[in-house]
């Protein structure tokens, strides 16, 4: 059982996403992007970070990477496929998820604790979850907010594509309004899954959040559902 | 022949721009009357084809490979011959 975290030039979550794959007792290889194939490998991550700067627009550039043909081929193939913040921008970007990532509404990078609702745990990304459960997870991300246009929207709606979404602090007092959107995402989406289930996408990053030192363990069943998910598989 | 291309790249109308915005709040401050700012990106190029029509057809193939058609509307500007 092997994870590939594909590393473009400019990733920088890469090890975080290692770290918390290991941490679960999944074995997890670095795989540069123009690595051609990805054999033996059951899963792939695209981590978060700034490929190719950003340059042209987040994740415009990564989805022209010769590894972005063998990771289309496991989407298509059924393996799980996930995309972290810019990993989301380039599975976006390369048509494997539907709609885009802009710029957040109030045009700052925001780097902060979040609240997400999980509204799909049919998925070996968050089988482990419990349906509507609140997580604390944090974000980094100056292009974040989600975009589609209404007819997708209503699909993903329709599919339950959507996986996760923005959602206020369930602690007591509450925030009044929509402050929790932290980025102006339709339908405050945070990640979306394509329609067979198997590719995620979430601006959140739930590597950030598997350990107590770092604030949050909600991000851990994320991965032992995976470890689970390719158990079965296997 | 080598051409140079222009190529611009905007958001879609009705897609919420806040640098269009920002600057737009900007040229109000300094009392220019302007609305509906929106920024976009241009990309320039010097291309190899047999003709203008040619080096076109390869700035828009550029175009198609580059903007995002999610948000993105993309035109070939201008194309000129260079000496």
């Not at chain 1, 950003?54 to 081929?73: I, T």
């Not at chain 1, 496929?81 to 494997?96: H, K, M, P, R, S």
């Not at chain 2, 509906?36 to 828009?60: D, F, I, P, Q, W």
């Amino acid at each position: 059982m092997k994870v590939a975290v594909i590393q473009f030039p400019g990733s920088n979550c890469d090890q975080d996403a290692v770290w918390a794959l290991q941490l679960v007792g999944l074995k997890a290889e670095l795989v540069w992007h123009t690595a051609t194939r990805l054999e033996g490998f059951q899963a792939a991550i695209l981590p978060g970070g700034f490929s190719y700067g950003d340059y042209l627009r987040a994740g415009a550039l990564a989805k022209f990477s010769p590894v972005m043909q063998e990771v289309r081929r496991m989407a298509e193939h059924g393996n799980p496929v996930v995309g972290i913040c810019n990993g989301f921008q380039v599975l976006t970007e390369a048509g494997l998820l539907p709609g885009a990532l802009l710029a957040n509404t109030n045009l700052h990078f925001t780097c902060k604790e979040v609240f997400l609702r999980v509204e799909r745990t049919n998925l070996p990304f968050t089988a482990g979850y419990k349906p509507g459960q609140v997580l604390k997870i944090p974000i980094a991300h100056g292009e974040g907010r989600y975009y589609a246009d209404s007819e997708t929207l209503e699909r993903l709606e329709q599919n339950g594509q959507v996986v996760f979404r923005y959602a206020p602090d369930p602690n007591p007092h509450p925030p009044v309004g929509e402050g929790f959107n932290p980025n102006g995402s339709l339908n405050h989406i945070a990640g979306i899954a394509n329609e067979a289930g198997n590719v995620l996408g979430m601006m959140p990053h739930p590597e950030r959040a598997v350990e107590g030192i770092l604030g949050s363990t909600d991000g851990l069943p994320f991965f032992t559902s995976l470890k689970q998910a390719l158990e079965v598989v296997a | 022949m080598k051409y140079h291309a222009t190529l611009l790249i905007e958001l879609k109308d009705g897609i919420l721009d806040p640098q269009g915005r920002a600057v737009e709040s900007v040229l109000k401050s300094l009392q220019y009357q302007a609305e509906n700012v929106r920024v976009g990106r241009v990309l320039e190029m010097e291309l190899e084809a047999a003709n203008e029509s040619e080096a076109r057809a390869t700035a828009h193939s550029i175009g198609k490979a580059l903007a995002n058609p999610v948000m993105e509307v993309f035109v070939v500007e201008a194309i000129k011959e260079l000496a």
